[in-house]
């Protein structure tokens, strides 16, 4: 368990020694089976968790529409929007895809891992800092009115994240298409017009980018 909490960026400089200690008394570890669900807008209690073993989904909930918005593997942290704050309300949709182990921390228990040592509220702080970003450049991507272009920058900020021409996309297409706003026939319209014009190659979820995105 301690080494798979360790693949989280609060946990950076943190020692074994040390979450071992703090973990002898703080936590629960749950098991979830498929289909469950974590948090949504009428099941959330003041925690957050880590992902041990399995996977799940995050999803905007809209009406009785379901987007999907990103998979968590193990070692990754979620439901930190249920906890310091007086909203009772959960935002999104969080669903195991298949069996899945958690490490379950209440809200007073995170005040106390936080006081442990200040590099892990700073490791908090930079991953809390980014769950905004996310959000923020989700909202800058559906600014975008035209598909296309809000395919190229999707390829375009995961080039620049990965800094790299060979690219993995984190979902399958389907799911692309919705994280995107567009529909599934949009998505491969674009994707057919980029690899006609040898900017790009697509096999299965891997991206080659050939040139013109930058």
Do not use: C, W
Request: charge should be neutral.
């Amino acid at each position: 368990m301690l080494k798979v909490l360790r693949e989280n960026p609060i946990f950076h400089n943190i020692s074994i020694d040390q979450l071992e200690t703090f973990f002898k008394s703080s936590g629960i570890v749950l098991e979830f089976s498929k289909d469950d669900v974590a948090y949504d807008s009428d099941k959330h209690v003041k925690s957050m968790m880590f992902l041990l073993k399995g996977s799940a989904r995050v999803e905007q909930v809209s009406e009785d529409n379901l987007t999907f918005l990103k998979r968590i593997v193990p070692g990754e942290l979620f439901g930190v929007l249920s906890i310091f704050t007086d909203i009772d309300y959960y935002p999104t949709r969080v669903t195991f895809e298949k069996k899945s182990k958690v490490l379950m921390l209440k809200e007073h228990e995170v005040l106390e891992l936080l006081n442990q040592d200040p590099n892990l509220l700073k490791n908090y702080l930079t991953f809390f800092n980014g769950q905004v970003q996310y959000l923020l450049d989700r909202i800058a991507l559906f600014s975008i009115p035209n598909g296309e272009d809000r395919v190229l920058t999707y390829i375009s900020r995961l080039k620049s994240s990965t800094q790299s021409n060979e690219l993995t996309l984190p979902m399958s297409k389907v799911e692309l298409a919705e994280y995107l706003g567009i529909a599934r026939s949009t998505l491969y319209r674009v994707f057919d017009k980029l690899i006609e014009n040898q900017m790009l190659e697509i096999k299965g979820n891997k991206l080659h980018i050939l040139g013109g995105i930058k």
